[in-house]
């Protein structure tokens, strides 16, 4: 009897591929008045082409050779593409010119009011929409703003192709397409390989520190996945399961630990949330993550009453260092107390880290109540998104963290954040419109005496 030999699915849509690649290389192929056959055209050139083309499959074909080219291209090459993105692929100025003249004819015509808002699209905003039809598209276009984002400080007019990158990942990425995904010990090798690669907070030092933050019936690991990024987490989120708020990391990150039995949990504990994607920056997954593995804890666990981070401070030493230089916010008396900051090795020494504890969280209380960056907003960014997802700054903890890095950014301070379902609302309104701070009264007892507050947190 004969054997009928299917040809897998991947092999198909690979030869697939592949041909639309060789189809889009002859595209490509311009020649001469003489008919000879030219050197491919620059990467500005292919974007004309792709955007000229209607056929699907030669758009493809080009928005593939295009991507290839421009990863192929040296960083000069790539950079003179997103440069030429700002310049070139702007508005059509004769398409506005006409928009406006029908504009002016007829004020009040809906219909002349969005021809306007269609000529005012970039044309750079379709090309990418183009790019993205490329296998692999989307990833690669958010490499490419990554990419650009590297040049932004340099180069002041990419800032209007970030401003269409941002418009566009905006939908792209938006809650809908997102999947949450319970990653486990027996989650795919090739997404573990990435969550140890992408951890932001606490680096894990090797496959059995992994394990031992995924396998434990205590511990729960949750990421964001996009259907476009089908291996790449966007976004994933560390939970120990406790039976009290916890005031340091050390223990949760034991390797020598005793694991408790879930049931038996009564906090959930988020103490390491890591955004993997430096290309999808500003681009908010974090609020709806929190939120949404608040809800499947509570369906798995319904004992679980209290959700909290143990979060870091990234930015409370750097402002110390400059308050106790310079600044306004502190007194003498204060900056005196923490001269001892300064000793190496001051945390090791159990008399000196106590005559530090008060001095340190007084600072702290001032750092996160009362401080503001030029724009107004919160100085610490942890803070800005806890805070601004509707938590409530719950406890400081000094000693929190006393790893090199922690030290190194905080002092070893670390915070809880409170994430009370009944409350998140009226916090959230409260720090979005009037940037007012929800703290508990544990936290403003810290401030020095005489520092006015920004807002309590009702009992």
């Known amino acids: 009897m004969t054997r009928t030999v299917q040809t897998p699915r991947t092999t198909r849509f690979g030869d697939l591929f592949d041909m639309l690649t060789d189809r889009g ?14 050197a491919p055209p620059g990467l500005p050139e292919m974007g004309e082409l792709l955007l000229s083309r209607r056929g699907e499959a030669s758009g493809v074909a080009l928005a593939r050779a295009l991507v290839t080219a421009f990863e192929d291209a040296d960083e000069a090459r790539r950079l003179e593409f997103l440069a030429t993105l700002a310049d070139r692929f702007g508005p059509d100025p004769k398409a506005i010119g006409k928009a406006l003249e029908d504009m002016q004819r007829d004020p009040g015509s809906a219909e002349a009011i969005e ?11 379709e090309l990418l929409r183009r790019l993205n039809l490329a296998p692999g598209g989307t990833a690669a276009l958010v490499r490419m703003r990554e990419e650009l984002l590297r040049h932004l400080k340099d180069n002041p007019a990419l800032r209007r192709v970030d401003s269409d990158f941002s418009h566009l990942f905006a939908s792209w990425f938006n809650r809908g ?28 030092q090797n496959w059995d520190d992994l394990r031992n933050r995924l396998q434990p019936t205590d511990r729960r690991c949750y990421g964001f996945f996009h259907p476009q990024l089908v291996d790449e987490p966007l976004i994933f989120v560390e939970v120990a399961l406790t039976r009290a ?21 009564t906090t959930a504990v988020f103490y390491s949330i890591s955004n993997t994607q430096k290309g999808l920056a500003g681009v908010s997954f974090g609020n709806f993550l929190i939120k949404q593995v608040v809800e499947e804890l509570k369906a ?40 001892p900051l300064d000793q190496p090795g001051w945390h090791v020494d159990r008399d000196t880290a106590e005559a530090l504890r008060e001095p340190l969280l007084a600072a702290a209380a001032v750092y996160f109540l009362q401080a503001r960056d030029a724009k ?41 954040y409170l994430y009370d379902p009944d409350r998140i609302e009226s916090n959230h309104e409260a720090f979005a419109e009037r940037t007012e701070i929800a703290a ?14 920004t807002r309590k947190e009702k009992p």
């Open 115 to 125: 021809a306007l808002h269609i000529a005012s699209e970039p044309r750079r905003q």
């Open 376 to 416: 107004g907003r919160a100085v610490d960014p942890v803070a800005r998104f806890h805070l601004g997802n509707g938590a409530c700054l719950e406890r400081l903890n000094f000693g929190g963290d006393v790893s090199a890095n922690g030290l190194r950014q905080s002092h070893g301070l670390m915070v809880n």
């Open 25 to 38: 290389r002859a595209l490509l192929r311009w020649r001469d008045p003489a008919g000879r056959v030219t």
């Open 245 to 265: 708020i916890p005031d340091t990391v050390a223990p949760l990150l034991d390797l020598d630990r005793t694991p408790i039995d879930a049931d038996g949990a």
């Open 177 to 204: 397409f997102l999947v949450l995904r319970h990653i486990d010990w027996n989650t795919p090798a090739a997404i573990l390989e990435k969550i140890i690669r992408y951890e932001a907070v606490h680096a894990i």
């Open 440 to 453: 508990s009264d544990a936290v403003r007892r810290h401030l020095p005496a005489g520092q006015a507050t």
């Open 300 to 339: 798995e666990l319904p004992d679980i009453q209290t959700f909290v981070t143990l979060s870091p401070v990234p930015g409370f030493a750097a402002w110390l260092a400059r308050e106790r230089e310079d600044g306004k916010m502190l007194d003498d008396d204060l900056r005196a107390a923490l001269k």
